[in-house]
Antibody, heavy 118, light 110 residues
Framework: QVQLQESGPGLVKPSETLSLTCAVS?????????WAWIRQPPGKGLECIGT???????YYNPSLKSRVTISVDTSKNQFSLKLSSVTAADTAVYYC???????????WGQGTLVTVSS | QSALTQPASVSGSPGQSITISCTGT?????????VSWYQQHPGKAPKLMIY???NRPSGVSNRFSGSKSGNTASLTISGLQAEDEADYYC??????????FGGGTKLTVL
C-alpha cells in the first residue's frame, strides 16, 4: 500500500521560506509517476502547487511559479517543497500526493498545517 | 488559469440521485479526457473517486459515476447515503501539465 507522510515546521515567519518534505513508502519514486504538492487554506478549496517526475522534471502552477521549488531525492524516496517569501495568504494545510501522468491524484498524505505568522 | 466552476452546494434525500457539475475551458476540461473527482470529509485528506472522466478506482462504490460533455464534467451519485455527505472537488489536467481544481461543492444529505 502506497503511503505518503508530510513533515516540516508548522509555523513560518512572513518573508521566510516554507520547507516541507514528503516521505513515500510502499512504492519506489524512481519507478515512475509524478508526485505533487497541493494546499488548502482553512475553509477554502484545493490548489495544486506543482508536480515533479522521478527524473526531476517539474511543472508549477503559474500563479506560484516564481516562489516555488519542488525537488526529489530518490535515494531517500522522498520529495520536497520550498515556497519563498511567504505571507499570511500561504497559511494552509499542505498535502503531498502521487500524481499519475500528472492527470489525477490517487494517494494522498494526511496533510500538515503550516501557519505563517510572526 | 482560473479555478473550475462548481455549484457551492447541492442536497438530496437518502436513496435519491444528485449530479454535481464542473465547468472549465478548452484548456482544461474540454481539451482532455482527464477529469477527476475527489471526496473530502471534514478534517480528512481528499479521496479520489473518479479519474479520467469516468473510471472508478478499486474500492469506490459503483454508485459514483462521471461523465463529460464539452467544457463541462459531471459527477453523479445514485442511491444517496448519509456517508456521502462531504465536500466534492473536480480536477482537470491543464495545458500547463498540472491539475486545476474546482472551488468545491458541499453535498448535504437531508
Amino acid at each position: 500500500q502506497v503511503q505518503l507522510q508530510e513533515s516540516g515546521p508548522g509555523l513560518v515567519k512572513p518573508s521566510e521560506t516554507l520547507s516541507l518534505t514528503c516521505a513515500v513508502s510502499g512504492y519506489s519514486i524512481s519507478s515512475g509517476y509524478y508526485w505533487a504538492w497541493i494546499r488548502q487554506p482553512p475553509g477554502k478549496g484545493l490548489e495544486c502547487i506543482g508536480t515533479i517526475y522521478h527524473s526531476g522534471i517539474t511543472y508549477y502552477n503559474p500563479s506560484l511559479k516564481s516562489r516555488v521549488t519542488i525537488s526529489v531525492d530518490t535515494s531517500k524516496n522522498q520529495f520536497s517543497l520550498k515556497l519563498s517569501s511567504v505571507t499570511a495568504a500561504d497559511t494552509a494545510v499542505y498535502y503531498c500526493a502521487r500524481n499519475p501522468g500528472s492527470r489525477y491524484l490517487d494517494y494522498w498524505g494526511q496533510g500538515t498545517l503550516v501557519t505563517v505568522s510572526s | 488559469q482560473s479555478a473550475l466552476t462548481q455549484p457551492a452546494s447541492v442536497s438530496g434525500s437518502p436513496g435519491q440521485s444528485i449530479t454535481i457539475s464542473c465547468t472549465g475551458t478548452s484548456s482544461d476540461v474540454g481539451g482532455y479526457k482527464y477529469v477527476s473527482w475527489y471526496q473530502q470529509h471534514p478534517g480528512k485528506a481528499p479521496k479520489l473517486m473518479i479519474y479520467d472522466v469516468s473510471n472508478r478506482p478499486s474500492g469506490v462504490s459503483n454508485r459514483f459515476s462521471g461523465s463529460k460533455s464539452g467544457n463541462t464534467a459531471s459527477l453523479t451519485i445514485s442511491g444517496l447515503q448519509a456517508e456521502d455527505e462531504a465536500d466534492y472537488y473536480c480536477g482537470s489536467y491543464t495545458t500547463s501539465s498540472y491539475v486545476i481544481f474546482g472551488g468545491g461543492t458541499k453535498l448535504t444529505v437531508l
